[in-house]
C-alpha cells in the first residue's frame, strides 16, 4: 500500500465519539465533586462546626488544637493540651470566671459555646488542612481574648463568698465586662465529677445569674423614678415631702423600711435613705410615659446584645396603669424584673453622662500564629438622660453612700456613688442589691452585685465595697 489512508469503520467513528462524550461526563463530574468538597471546607464550615447536632465534631475535634480563652491580663483560662490521639481541655484558673468561659464537654457554655467556630477553626481552612498533610504540622485554632481580669473576678466571687448571687462589674466608659462571678461552685476543670450533682441542684449553678437572673430590682429602680423626675418636674430639687413611714397612695399601702419615719425629705435625703413614700408619690405625680421613657432610656426591658446570651429584662406601664401599679412600679415592686449586668450598664450610664454602652466581654479573636483577626469595639446604645440629669443623679448617688443606706460600699479617699436595693421575694427572704460607681469623679468601674435571700441589712452593699477596695488598692486610684 502506497498511501496511508485510515479509513474507519461507521461503526469505530461511533465508539470514539462515544470515548470522548464520557471523558467529558466524567470530567464535569470530578469538577462538581471539587466544587463541593471546597464548598463543605470552606463556605458551609461554619454551620457544620456550630451545629450542636453534629455529633461527629467530637471525632473532627481531636484534628485540631483547640484555641485559647485569654482574659484581659494574658492569663490563660481555657487551653488543650495533647493526651493520647488528640487533645484533652485544660482549665487552669479552675473556677475564675466559669460561668463566662464556660465548657465543652456536657453540651457546650459561654464562650467554649459561642466562640465554638472561632476556637475550633483553622484560619485558611483548606489549605492549612493540605499542609498538615504534606508536613505533619499541627492544626490550631484561634485564641478568644476577653475584656475581663481573672483576679477582679476572683476578687468579686471571694466578696460574695457563700452567698447566692452575682456580681459585674464594666467599665462604664466602654461597656467593657471587667470581672463578673456568680456563685453556684461551676468549675469547668471538674465538671465531669461534678456534673451529676451541678444538673440536680436546685440552686442552678449551672445558671449564670449575672447575665440570665431575673430579679425585682427594688429600690434600685428608684434611680430611674428619680431620673424621671429630674427630667420631667419642675423644681424637682426642692420638692419636699413629708413621710411619716407609710402612707396611702392611689389605692396601695406603701411602706418605708422598718416604717421608719423620715420626716421632712427632699430628692437627695428621699435617695439617700431610701424613702418609699417620697418615690411612690413622686411616681403618682407622673404620666406613666415619662417613667417609662426613663426605664427604656436605661434599657430596661429592652435586650442589650450580649454576646454570651442574657435574660431580657422586664418593664411594663402603660397609659391606662392603675394607681398602684404607677407607685409600685416606681419603687421597683411592680412587675419590673432586671439582671445584674442590666442593672450594672444603667449605673454605667449615669457615669458615662447618660450614654448607654453596649456590655461585651470579648476583646478580640487572635490568630495563632500572632496578628489579631476580629477585634471588638464599643457601642452606643443609646443616651439615657442629659449630660445634665446624669450630673444630677451621679450627685444623688454620691450622698447615698456618704450618709445612706449604700455607707458599706464607702472606700477610703474614693468617692463611690451608688444606690442600693431590697426587692421583696415571694418565695423567701428578700434579695438585696447595690449598683453604682467609683470613683464619682473618673468613673472606671461601674458595678452591680445581686444576693438573694440576703439576711437583713445592707449585705449587696458591703459586698461592692469590698470589691471597689479591692479594685482602688489594685489601680493605684
Ligand atoms: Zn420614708
Known amino acids: 500500500m502506497t498511501g496511508k489512508i485510515r479509513i474507519e469503520s461507521p461503526s469505530q467513528a461511533k465508539?470514539?465519539?462515544?470515548?470522548?462524550?464520557?471523558?467529558?461526563?466524567?470530567?464535569?463530574?470530578?469538577?462538581?465533586?471539587?466544587?463541593?468538597?471546597?464548598?463543605?471546607?470552606?463556605?458551609?464550615?461554619?454551620?457544620?462546626?456550630?451545629?450542636?447536632?453534629?455529633?461527629?465534631?467530637?471525632?473532627?475535634?481531636?484534628?485540631?488544637?483547640?484555641?485559647?480563652?485569654?482574659?484581659?491580663?494574658?492569663?490563660?483560662?481555657?487551653?488543650?493540651?495533647?493526651?493520647?490521639?488528640?487533645?484533652?481541655?485544660?482549665?487552669?484558673?479552675?473556677?475564675?470566671?466559669?460561668?463566662?468561659?464556660?465548657?465543652?464537654?456536657?453540651?457546650?457554655?459561654?464562650?467554649?459555646?459561642?466562640?465554638?467556630?472561632?476556637?475550633?477553626?483553622?484560619?485558611?481552612?483548606?489549605?492549612s488542612r493540605l499542609a498538615q498533610i504534606a508536613t505533619g504540622a499541627e492544626l490550631l485554632g484561634n485564641d478568644v481574648v476577653l475584656t475581663a481580669d481573672a483576679d477582679f473576678s476572683d476578687a468579686a466571687a471571694k466578696a460574695l463568698g457563700a452567698n447566692k448571687g452575682a456580681v459585674v462589674a464594666l467599665d462604664p466608659s466602654t461597656g467593657a465586662v471587667l470581672a463578673m462571678a456568680s456563685s453556684g461552685g461551676l468549675n469547668p476543670a471538674t465538671i465531669a465529677e461534678d456534673w451529676p450533682e451541678l444538673s440536680a441542684s436546685a440552686d442552678s449553678p449551672l445558671l449564670n445569674r449575672a447575665t440570665r437572673g431575673l430579679y425585682a430590682p427594688g429600690s434600685t429602680f428608684k434611680l430611674v423614678t428619680a431620673a424621671a423626675a429630674i427630667e420631667n418636674i419642675e423644681g424637682w430639687d426642692t420638692l419636699s415631702f413629708v413621710c411619716e413611714g407609710e402612707a396611702l397612695l392611689g389605692g396601695s399601702r406603701i411602706i418605708c423600711y422598718d416604717k421608719t419615719a423620715h420626716g421632712a425629705v427632699t430628692m437627695a435625703d428621699a435617695f439617700a435613705v431610701s424613702c418609699n413614700t417620697y418615690f411612690a408619690s413622686v411616681g403618682h405625680q407622673m404620666a406613666p410615659e415619662s417613667v417609662r421613657r426613663a426605664a427604656a432610656g436605661f434599657m430596661i426591658g429592652r435586650p442589650l446584645g450580649f454576646a454570651l446570651g442574657e435574660s431580657v429584662s422586664r418593664f411594663t406601664l402603660p397609659d391606662a396603669a392603675s394607681d398602684s401599679e404607677r407607685t409600685e412600679t416606681a419603687i421597683g415592686q411592680g412587675k419590673t424584673l432586671a439582671t445584674p449586668l442590666g442593672m450594672a450598664v444603667a449605673a454605667a450610664a449615669v457615669a458615662n453622662g447618660g450614654v448607654v454602652m453596649k456590655p461585651y466581654i470579648t476583646d478580640r479573636i487572635d490568630l495563632p500564629g500572632g496578628g489579631v483577626k476580629v477585634k471588638f469595639y464599643p457601642e452606643t446604645l443609646g443616651q439615657a438622660v442629659s449630660p445634665g440629669t446624669a450630673e444630677s443623679l451621679k450627685a444623688l448617688m454620691v450622698g447615698c453612700v456618704e450618709n445612706g443606706t449604700g455607707a458599706a460600699a464607702a472606700v477610703p479617699g474614693v468617692s463611690v456613688a451608688g444606690k442600693t436595693g431590697t426587692a421583696q421575694n415571694a418565695s423567701g427572704r428578700d434579695h438585696s442589691w447595690f449598683i453604682g460607681f467609683a470613683p464619682a469623679d473618673e468613673p472606671k468601674t461601674a458595678i452591680a452585685v445581686v444576693i438573694e435571700n440576703a439576711e437583713p441589712g445592707a449585705r449587696a452593699a458591703a459586698v461592692a465595697g469590698e470589691i471597689l477596695r479591692w479594685r482602688a488598692e489594685r489601680s493605684g486610684d
Do not use: C
Request: hydrophobic share 45%.
Open 15 to 127: 465508539l470514539n465519539r462515544n470515548i470522548r462524550r464520557m471523558f467529558w461526563l466524567v470530567a464535569a463530574l470530578l469538577t462538581l465533586l471539587a466544587l463541593n468538597v471546597l464548598k463543605i471546607s470552606v463556605f458551609d464550615a461554619y454551620s457544620f462546626i456550630t451545629n450542636p447536632y453534629n455529633s461527629r465534631m467530637a471525632l473532627a475535634d481531636n484534628s485540631v488544637r483547640r484555641g485559647r480563652i485569654i482574659d484581659a491580663g494574658g492569663t490563660v483560662l481555657a487551653e488543650s493540651a495533647p493526651a493520647g490521639d488528640g487533645y484533652e481541655r485544660r482549665y487552669p484558673r479552675g473556677s475564675t470566671l466559669a460561668h463566662a468561659v464556660g465548657y465543652s464537654s456536657f453540651g457546650r457554655a459561654g464562650i467554649e459555646s459561642v466562640y465554638n467556630f472561632e476556637l475550633q477553626s483553622v484560619n485558611m481552612e483548606f489549605w
